[in-house]
Nanobody, 124 residues
Framework: QVPLIESGGGLVQAGGSLRLSCAAS????????MGWFRQAPGKEREFVAL????????YYADSAKGRFTISRDNTRNTVALQMNSLKPEDTAVYYC?????????????????WGQGTQVTVSS
């Protein structure tokens, strides 16, 4: 059973918004920092945003700063990524990931669990 399931991807025009959600099950969600990563065709997986276990610390890739917001609800075992002012270069499969640490990391290889991904396509 995959402990993380993403939803909310889709097709949107440039300048539009999408809200991705990731639901966790089978893990103690509040023990994990959470991250969002993305991978475009032919490119390496890249860090987008992370949030600490408590939600008090967030960190963003330069490409996401000012446009994306990560949040979590430890009572609902969910983490979200609000994406505004989307650009065609944001087109990718977006993954949520769980890292059993307090703060998290930008290094994808250090995460313990991954979702199956959700496609985001931004048209120009």
């Amino acid at each position: 059973q995959v402990p993380l399931i993403e939803s909310g991807g889709g097709l949107v025009q440039a300048g539009g918004s999408l809200r991705l959600s990731c639901a966790a099950s089978g893990i103690t969600f509040s023990d994990y920092a959470m991250g969002w990563f993305r991978q475009a065709p032919g490119k390496e997986r890249e860090f987008v945003a992370l949030i600490s276990r408590s939600g008090s610390i967030t960190y963003y890739a330069d490409s996401a700063k000012g446009r994306f917001t990560i949040s979590r609800d430890n009572t609902r075992n969910t983490v979200a990524l609000q994406m505004n002012s989307l650009k065609p270069e944001d087109t990718a499969v977006y993954y949520c990931a769980a890292d059993k640490s307090a703060v998290g990391t930008t290094t994808w290889g250090r995460y313990d669990y991954w979702g199956q991904g959700t496609q985001v396509t931004v048209s120009s």
